[in-house]
């Protein structure tokens, strides 16, 4: 099973927001999509669930145009957190609704989830505050039990006790192989450990699909204690500074080679020290310039 | 009460306001039909609801006293048309229903299909209580006397009348985006429908066609109902292709703007000028004209204004 995304086009007041968007999704990835604030991230799932009609492109579920097979969109789950019609019901109604759209929608778990995380199924959505909105919204997508389940900044608002949750129960979903997510963010420290896969959104289009089990298996990020404060040529030439402190150095090096740990060990640090490498870290290391990432912040 | 999915997802979402609907209806004709019954008797003009004559006739029964067909049930359709159309915009409920797996052409009839089936339920109910009213509550020594000519004619009529009035709010719906300018559209362009009959009619009735009364008004009812139709389905052609990144647009589908413009100018002139000098024409003409250009451009005449002075200043 796969969703692909072919040559996805949509121009709002003749500006175009996304441009010839191209990818593949399949059950079991967790998929982040990266981009800053405006870039079209939004208008990219709008798009992907027929709210916009797109100027050119199309979305196939294993080969099958889903604006020839409409029934196919069941397959897909979005919560458009700006523009939704929940405000208005109570908890308790919303299955209702997407239990009749969604054929394996889990009532019983929604309301045990519901219960779960305290939150009071006679409240109307818009009583509740943004974190726990973002919540339902999350309940409401596993629940679902829609194959591919798209997450618009779902972070957002979430204090980290409850982020640490929804992460553990995105990664428990995707076990099985049968639900992948599509998580949007443009705080990369929230899809660490979480994604499979990172799409970058810059200027309309995709720029970059990164598979970060193989762009970790090539980095690592050092802490090097020098015996004086001149940045040596390997470190200029092969790795990004993270962070210069005296003589206390942080580098990340993306393609890192015995050659480069000799020519490292060579110049004899009072401290070499291998840190856990981050998400952040190899976008500033890596795709900084490339990126516009350092924008992001 | 429907066995469709999708029908079923339409009740569940607008229940609630055709319920509203529904009661405001019924309560009308309740009050309308105890207030005639009252006011035959302190009036003491005559001691027959029905006029006996008129309720013969294979016309729309329009005697006093007694409506064989409910204002309220036209009421009712207007705004039903506009409810379930606009309030899925308003709320964001298009958002869902677009991506519920089924086709924007199956979510259209299935909104009209829901609708209807409870406006016909509606007609029967209030048409119904309002007949009991009179039945049960025709005073003494009054009559209250029905012949089906007269019946079968009103509810024919008023059933189509009720189709049309549908069919102007549920298209205007589709294809304006803002609440409070789809309303002054459609009430302003319901309200001239009256005028534009009147033109109609004076046409009609003089040379070359020299058409009776009644066969004005059968003409005008088939009309009626094929615009209703013709709405209907080019409803269902706009509606296969809206994008909601218009949503809060005044118009959803920016390349209508030029042609509803023009339909617009030359309906109000048509209106405001129908034989009346040349002088009418030209004014009706110029002020629709800019009346139009405000309404579906919205300049920003103020902005521009002051664009323009801090330009020549600067």
Redesign the interface.
């Known amino acids: 099973m796969t969703l692909q995304v072919t040559a996805l086009s949509k121009q709002i007041s003749g500006r175009p927001i996304i441009q010839d968007i191209n990818f593949e999704w399949a059950p079991g990835e967790i998929i982040g999509l990266v981009g800053r604030n405006g870039v079209g991230k939004t208008t990219l799932f709008r798009t992907m669930m027929n709210h916009y009609v797109p100027e050119a492109g199309q979305l196939t579920i294993d080969g099958e145009d889903v604006q020839q097979t409409p029934q196919l969109q069941q397959q897909l789950f979005f919560i458009d957190t700006q523009y939704n019609f929940l405000s208005t019901y109570r908890l308790w109604e919303l299955p209702r609704f997407f239990g009749t759209v969604y054929p394996q929608f889990d009532e019983k778990r929604f309301m045990a989830l519901i219960q779960r995380f305290k939150l009071d199924a006679n409240s109307q959505y818009r009583r509740l505050s943004k974190g726990m909105r973002a919540l339902v919204n999350l309940i409401l997508a596993l629940t679902s039990n829609a194959t591919y389940i798209i997450l618009d900044e779902p972070f957002d608002g979430l204090d980290v006790i409850v982020r640490e949750n929804i992460a553990t129960m995105v990664i428990d979903e995707v076990a099985d192989q049968r639900k992948g997510f599509l998580i949007s963010s443009h705080d990369l420290n929230e899809l660490d450990g979480l994604s499979d896969r990172v799409l970058l959104l810059k200027n309309s289009q995709l720029v970059h699909d990164y598979n970060l089990e193989e762009v970790r298996a090539r980095a690592k990020k050092i802490q090097l204690v020098l015996n004086d404060k001149v940045i040596p040529d390997v470190i200029k030439q092969q790795g990004k500074l993270i962070r210069v402190s005296g003589r206390v150095l942080v580098v990340v090096i993306t393609d890192y080679t015995p050659a480069i740990d000799q020519e490292l060990k060579a110049l004899h640090p009072v401290l070499f020290e291998e840190l856990p490498l981050t998400l952040e870290d190899l976008f500033r290391a890596n795709l900084a310039h490339d990126t516009g990432y350092q924008m992001m912040k | 009460m429907f066995k469709q999915?999708i029908d079923?997802?339409i009740w569940?979402?607008h229940r609630r306001i055709l319920f509203a609907i529904a009661v405001v209806t019924l309560l009308g004709v309740l009050i309308i039909s105890l207030t005639a019954l009252h006011s035959v008797v302190t009036n003491n003009e005559t001691h027959q609801l029905v006029d006996a004559n008129l309720i013969r006739q294979w016309r729309p029964y329009n005697g006093g006293y007694f409506s064989a067909y409910s204002m309220w049930l036209f009421l009712a359709a207007w705004l039903s048309g506009l409810a379930v159309m606009h309030l899925d915009l308003r709320?964001?409920?298009?958002?869902?229903l677009?991506?519920?797996?089924?086709?924007r052409k199956?979510v259209y009839w299935s909104k009209l299909k829901v609708t209807w089936a409870v406006l016909l339920l509606l007609d029967v109910v209030a048409t119904a209580m309002e007949y009991l009213i009179y039945w049960i509550g025709t005073p003494h020594g009054y009559t209250w006397t029905i012949a089906w000519p007269g019946i079968l004619t009103s509810w024919v009529v008023g059933l189509s009348m009720s189709i049309g009035l549908f069919a102007i709010s549920w298209f205007a719906a589709v294809i304006v985006g803002q609440s409070g300018p789809l309303i002054a559209t459609v009430a302003g362009f319901t309200i001239s429908l009256a005028g534009f009959a009147g033109i109609g009619g004076t046409i009609l009735t003089k040379e070359p066609f020299s058409l009776t009364s009644d066969q004005v008004m059968w003409l005008s009812l088939i009309v009626w109902l094929i615009a209703s139709v013709i709405l209907f389905f080019w409803g269902a052609a706009l509606y296969q292709?809206?994008?909601?990144?218009h949503?809060g647009e005044y118009l959803l589908f920016p390349h209508l703007r030029v042609p509803v413009y023009i339909v617009f100018v030359l309906y109000v002139t048509l209106l405001f000028s129908w034989s009346s000098d040349g002088v009418s024409t030209v004014v009706s003409f110029v002020l629709s004209a800019l009346f139009g250009y405000a309404w579906l451009w919205r300049p920003r005449l103020g902005e521009k204004w002051h664009q323009w002075r801090e330009h020549n200043q600067g």
């Open positions: 999915r079923q997802l569940q979402r709320d964001n409920f298009n958002q869902f677009f991506s519920s797996g089924y086709s199956r292709h809206l994008s909601l990144e949503n």
